[in-house]
């Protein structure tokens, strides 16, 4: 009994450990969102908004200085391939200083990625936070109802629903204050949360295949990290060749031709699509494997080389085209839960009639 209850504690310990790490869902939204709003006619209207300072109250997120544009601001080159799980967090974002103007088309772009700076850093949110990536990976990961994960399987667990509907109701203050930057700013925010439930690695904490038999432990969660991380990397960097131009588009097309579904809130709309992208997740998880190879089966740490990412975009076996065929899925996704996010905006907040 003693030795049950001992072992018990050593594995909770062990988990806890490991998942404690930060992850970034999509590392490029302020890319695929640009590629959704481009058809977006009505947003036209806010094509020259002026950038308005940050006077609001928000305790509940980490108190950080608002940015309002980004001097550094560079894209990568067409040969470079950037890591963006390991390498040091860049910014890609341009934005607008105060008093300047922006559109809202560039401003949904450049800030859903925001919540992914520091805005939910080191919050102290629940003790189940360990199991998640720390107080981020709480906001940014949401596991549903009836799903198997760590510690309370069966449960939701996460906060993206009440994060997404959080900053829906600031932008609607916002709006009825006349504050148009700060509406669509928060509309920005309440964004990324949706769009961070299509990807699967986010509502999915555990995949049978994944375990690691020699390293049950340390070995099975630094396979998990291994795969989420390259499978991120591996999509911003070809999303961003699609975009310049040296690739076919076809995770734009994936992204733009989707369909909006009718919304209650955006808080139901953040469980419809981690339910959609968490019944899709055995199936990434699997062509994740059989495309990156069981190179990075842990228990070491392994990340793709710059080598490998621009042979690996140019295969054409069937492994890759399941995979390819995998991620135009969630990228459907993820263009589904941006127009039914903004179509929703659109409506309840009256924004035809809104005067710019
Ligand atoms: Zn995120």
């Keep these: 009994m003693k030795f049950r209850t001992a072992a018990n504690f050593c594995i909770t310990l062990l988990i806890i450990t490991i998942f404690s790490s930060s992850a970034y869902a999509w590392a490029r939204h302020d890319l695929m969102t640009s590629e959704v709003v481009r058809d977006l006619g009505w947003l036209d209207k806010f094509g020259n908004m002026t950038v308005t300072e940050y006077l609001y109250d928000d305790p509940t997120v980490?108190?950080?200085?608002?940015?309002?544009?980004?001097?550094?601001?560079k894209e990568l080159l067409p040969d470079e391939f950037y890591n963006h799980a390991l390498y040091e967090k860049r910014k890609f974002f341009n934005g607008s200083p105060v008093g300047d103007s922006i559109s809202a088309k560039q401003l949904l772009?450049?800030?859903?990625?925001?919540?992914?700076?520091?805005?939910?850093?080191?919050?102290?949110?629940?003790?189940?936070?360990?199991?998640?990536?720390?107080?981020?990976?709480?906001?940014?990961?949401?596991?549903?109802?009836?799903?198997?994960?760590?510690?309370?399987?069966?449960?939701?667990?996460?906060?993206?629903?009440e994060r997404a509907q959080h900053?829906?109701?600031?932008?609607?203050?916002?709006?009825?204050?006349?504050?148009?930057y700060w509406g669509f700013r928060f509309l920005a925010?309440?964004?990324?949360?949706?769009?961070?439930?299509?990807?699967?690695?986010?509502?999915?904490q555990f995949y049978w295949e994944f375990i690691n038999l020699k390293d049950p432990f340390y070995g099975t969660i630094q396979t998990i990290k291994n795969y989420h991380f390259v499978y991120e990397s591996y999509i911003g960097n070809l999303f961003r060749l699609?975009?310049?131009g040296e690739m076919p588009k076809t995770l734009i097309s994936a992204v733009r031709y989707s369909l909006p579904v009718e919304v209650e809130s955006p808080e139901s709309l953040v469980k419809y699509v981690a339910r959609r992208s968490y019944w899709q997740s055995s199936n990434t998880m699997q062509?994740?494997?059989?495309?990156f190879g069981e190179s990075y089966m842990g228990p070491g740490a392994v990340s793709m080389s710059t080598e490998d990412f621009f042979y690996s975009i140019r295969r054409g076996d069937p492994a890759a085209k399941a995979f390819e065929q995998d991620v135009e899925r969630r990228l459907t996704l993820f263009g589904k839960a941006t127009k039914s996010f903004l179509e929703f905006a659109r409506r309840d907040l009256k924004l035809d009639e809104y005067k710019s």
């Design 62 to 73: 980490s108190q950080i200085k608002i940015q309002y544009y980004n001097k550094e601001y």
């Design 109 to 161: 772009a450049d800030f859903s990625d925001e919540p992914d700076w520091e805005l939910d850093q080191n919050l102290e949110l629940s003790w189940m936070q360990a199991f998640s990536g720390e107080s981020q990976g709480y906001r940014h990961m949401y596991y549903p109802a009836l799903s198997f994960h760590m510690p309370m399987g069966g449960w939701p667990q996460g906060q993206t629903p």
């Design 167 to 180: 900053f829906y109701d600031l932008a609607k203050t916002s709006f009825e204050n006349g504050d148009t």
């Design 189 to 204: 925010r309440s964004l990324h949360y949706v769009q961070d439930m299509s990807q699967p690695y986010h509502t999915r």
């Design 242 to 244: 699609e975009q310049q």
């Design 287 to 291: 062509t994740s494997i059989g495309f």
